[in-house]
């Protein structure tokens, strides 16, 4: 049987386990950004369209968003690059609350300011604004805009030659060490480690990207 996690229920009813299961066995790229698997040896979370050979059903795993499944002890796969998934977040379409949360941490909304902050401008109390995202999107604000935050400086680090502070606090990052230690947490690896080797990067990628970053 198919492990699929709790954080799934929040999906479409069209987005049962044996669809998703389907969906990552045939890379069907209709699906992607739309949900993560991860496998239980590894500990590693994929996107649906990734090359890797399949893992066995049996020891896979659901989520409705990278910040799930990093909650969960996951780490992103380096060949399909979480990161660069579609925009298409499962919490569309769910509580009203929960999706303008969403935007507000696109946005930066809890690069500087606090959890407390958000629930403010949401018009709710902090424990019920975590209530709400721990159920429809299966993390706290905090895990997203943390995911979301490596999320943009691992694309940074891959596609431009930006030097790693700039991108520690292009990416809302308060301090180089911050930005670090949210790579060693998450990636078991130093930002730098990452890096493509020099000369592979566009003259006009590195701009091209920060706008389509900045927009996200």
Known sequence: MVMVSPDLQMLPPHLDRETCDHARIARDKAFDGLFFSGVRST???CRPVCPERPARSENVTFYATAAAAERAGFRPCLRCRPETAPGSPAWMGTATTVARGMRLIEQGALDQGSVANL???????????????MRHAGASPSEIAATRRVQKAKRLIDETDMPLTEIAFASGFGSVRRFNDAFQAIYRRAPSSLRRPKG???PAQTSELMREVEQQ
């Open 43 to 45: 500990r590693i979370y």
């Open 119 to 133: 629930a403010d401008m949401l018009g709710v109390g902090p424990r019920h604004l975590l209530r709400l995202f």
């Open 200 to 202: 592979k990067i566009a």
